[in-house]
């Protein structure tokens, strides 16, 4: 059981650094002092197996404690590590002449000030081990009664007994630095045998890359100047390689007619040094790309601002449209596209260049030695050629571009906090100007993130305060003319904005999670409205109701669509729910759970925006859908022996394949609506038809639609209606 006396003036250094020696091994009991005077007085009457000071201390430092520990009885042999704040070699120099075994730089390092303080333990209890055997050596040779050469010769080859059991370097050496003796281990080591090096020198033997060092060490312990020290060397071994080892040497007193020597103990850290090496380059790199992560980025522009004159830029890289890949090929695809990206970055950027991967999607360049801001404009422009060139993955030619934010350093800010908040203001800004481009930081872009501020705050008060209303727009029937259902439409009615558009708030309320409250009220509404209007006679029809692929992911929708449909006393047949290919192909098991949940409540799914995601046939026929509702992209340009006539055309023939209906979107003018006649869509909705309308403008709609169709637009009412 380990007694470890902690010193340090700060009552915080005290419990962190009396927790941490806790954890050394099972048992241990730690004595904190405050004072250096009330823990000489301790140490007086007991004594530590290990004992930790701070350096800087009112009245007694460090070092002038670690004397007077060394001059009383129970501190003479006990490992004393010293911590400083200090980087000055005279500081580390005094703690280690006063007599420390090691020192720390503050603030420590949780791990490494366990795996030493775990080491010295055990260095310091097989020392006194040995010390322990050969004083008791030194008493039967002054009790025995046999020769002094045999009392020698016995006592030597019962010490070597016991050192050959230890699993390190260990050796005497006389005050020349040649060896007395070494242990088995030693001598395996060399392959040589004991021996063979006895009166060689030491520094012939093993050869350390702290020669000189381990001489002046030797020559002070001689003089009584030291009594112990420890310190990490490097040592070849017989194949050349360089292997780590913590190296303890202390006197070992002349017994039987021998002269004092220096004891030599060296306990390999090698495998322990690796994996420090290895957990260091963990915490400060991306498991995936390997890049720096934002630990190391911040560290290194900690560094940069440090040097006086630099001046650098921070680039904040946003993939664009990842989110879709990631969608369609799963987390693997998108993780060999983010190592893919990673590679393009390391080819574009210079050797002084840092990239590092902040988190998801998000990657940033630390441009070093920028002589003007068009240096990073120039690289950053590099950077959006080089992404927009199609990825092949998966045997599929994959497009996805960047948005990129700059800062500059030090002329935006001397605070790496600060440089990367405005560097993601920037980026931020590009995105709402236009995707696959780039923006320098500006002032002004403070008060947009400040707006963002302020809309999440009205988008919570419109939720508590109903400020939401639903627009519905008509789906037609191209085969009667009739209208066959209506997609609910989310509009807010902002205090001072008017009526606002969900492109507006609806990325702050997935951001915040506000999309499942929304959502939610959405469909109960609709469910709500058209049980109404079907309530006062009108026929039935489907009414569409557009879920977030969040809301979709996170909430329980099989209960949220049952609870609503009983509570608003709607027909499941008449509710269709819209969702994009991203969402459903997110997490494909729980997909195909959640679609037969719905169809077992005899709810209609659409998918929605089909054709521009990564449509696959495979999850067409696995996945339990009603409805393939063409994106409007296709429609804006649809023109009879066009490429989106192909499209369109193939679209529908799968879907009449597959016993699906389809809806075209964004229809606008009679060209693009007779040639989806041509081709027997089976309904459509656009401003030909009707823009999104109230309710009460929708119930006008459903009373006298065909009068109305007439009225607003010119094609023939034979074609619209089938009749």
Request: proline share 3%; aromatic share 6%; hydrophobic share 40%.
């Amino acid at each position: 059981m380990a007694v470890i006396l902690i010193l340090d003036d700060k009552s915080t250094n005290r419990n962190i650094y009396s927790r941490l020696a806790q954890t050394i091994e099972n048992g241990a009991v730690v004595h904190a002092f405050a004072s250096p005077v009330e823990a000489l007085e301790w140490l007086q009457g007991n004594a530590p197996d290990l004992i930790v000071t701070d350096f800087r201390m009112p009245g007694m430092d460090g070092a002038e404690f670690t004397r007077h520990a060394r001059g009383c009885a129970n501190g003479v042999d006990v490992p004393i590590i010293v911590i400083t704040a200090y980087d000055d070699r005279a500081f580390r120099l005094r703690a280690l002449e006063a007599g420390a075994t090691d020192f720390l730089r503050s603030p420590v390092d949780h791990y490494e000030f366990v795996t030493r303080a775990r080491n010295l333990l055990k260095l310091q209890r097989q020392q006194q081990h040995i010390k322990g055997r050969a004083q008791a050596l030194e008493q039967q040779l002054r009790i025995s009664e046999r020769s002094q050469e045999e009392l020698v010769r016995s006592s030597r080859e019962a010490l070597a007994q016991v050192i050959d059991t230890v699993p390190a370097l260990i050796s005497a050496t006389d005050r020349n630095s040649r060896i007395v003796f070494v242990n088995a281990h030693l001598a395996d080591f060399v392959s040589s045998t004991p021996q063979a090096l006895t009166g060689r020198l030491l520094s012939d033997v093993l050869r350390s890359n702290k020669s000189e060092f381990n001489q002046q060490v030797h020559s002070s312990i001689l003089k009584n100047q030291r009594s112990a020290v420890s310190f990490e060397e490097s040592i070849v071994d017989i194949s050349g390689a360089e292997r780590a080892f913590l190296t303890t040497k202390t006197s070992m007193p002349a017994f039987a007619g021998a002269e004092t020597s220096v004891l030599t103990t060296s306990i390999d850290i090698t495998e322990r040094k690796q994996a420090e090496s290895t957990m260091r380059h963990i915490a400060l790199h991306d498991t995936l790309t390997d890049l720096p992560n934002r630990r190391m980025l911040n560290e290194w522009i900690q560094q940069e601002l440090s040097s006086e004159g630099a001046r650098f830029a921070i680039l904040l890289i946003d993939l664009d449209r990842f989110k879709a890949v990631n969608d369609a090929l799963g987390h693997a695809g998108g993780d060999r596209m983010l190592q893919l990206v990673t590679g393009r970055l390391l080819g574009v950027v210079s050797s002084t260049d840092l990239v590092a991967r902040m988190s998801g999607d998000e990657f940033v360049v630390v441009q070093a030695n920028i002589a003007a801001p068009e240096d990073a404009e120039n690289l950053a422009r590099r950077i959006i050629d080089s992404l927009a060139a199609p990825f092949l993955l998966e045997e599929t030619e994959l497009r996805i571009g960047c948005t990129i934010g700059i800062t500059l350093a030090p002329r935006d800010s001397g605070n790496a906090d600060k440089l990367l908040r405005f560097a993601d203001l920037a980026m931020y800004q590009a995105k709402a100007e236009g995707r696959n481009t780039l923006r320098f930081y500006s002032p002004e872009m403070d008060t947009i993130s400040w707006n963002n501020l302020s809309l999440e705050a009205d988008l919570r008060k419109a939720i508590a305060q109903e400020q939401f209303e639903l627009y519905y727009q008509p789906q037609i029937d191209l085969a009667t003319g009739a209208i066959a259902g209506a997609e609910a439409l989310l509009r807010w009615r902002r205090p001072e904005f008017g009526l606002t558009s969900p492109n507006v708030f609806i990325d702050i309320a997935e951001e915040t999670g506000l999309i499942n409250e929304i959502g939610a009220w959405v469909l109960a509404k609709a469910c709500a409205q058209a049980a109404e209007w079907q309530s006062l006679g009108y026929d039935p029809f489907r009414i569409s109701v557009n879920l977030s692929p969040l809301q979709f992911l996170r909430q329980d929708i099989v209960q949220l669509v049952e609870n609503t449909l009983e509570k608003t006393g709607l027909d499941p047949g008449s509710l269709e729910l819209e969702l994009t290919e991203g969402s459903l192909l997110k997490d494909v098991e729980r997909t195909k759970q959640v679609l037969h949940g719905l169809k077992e409540l005899g709810v209609k799914v659409a998918i929605d925006d089909f054709g521009v995601g990564f449509s696959s046939l495979s999850y067409l026929k696995n996945f339990e859908v009603d409805t393939l509702k063409i994106d409007r992209s296709f429609i804006s340009n649809l023109l009879a022996e066009s490429r989106d006539e192909a499209i369109v055309k193939a679209i529908i023939s799968l879907a009449r394949s597959l016993e699906l209906k389809v809806i075209a979107e964004g229809v606008e003018t009679n060209p693009q609506l007779a040639c989806l006649l041509s081709h027997a869509c089976n309904e459509a909705q656009g401003y030909l038809f009707s823009r999104p309308v109230p309710p009460g403008n929708f119930e006008s709609l459903l009373r006298d639609y065909p009068r109305y169709l007439l009225r607003n637009q010119d094609a023939s009412p034979k074609k619209v209606r089938g009749s």
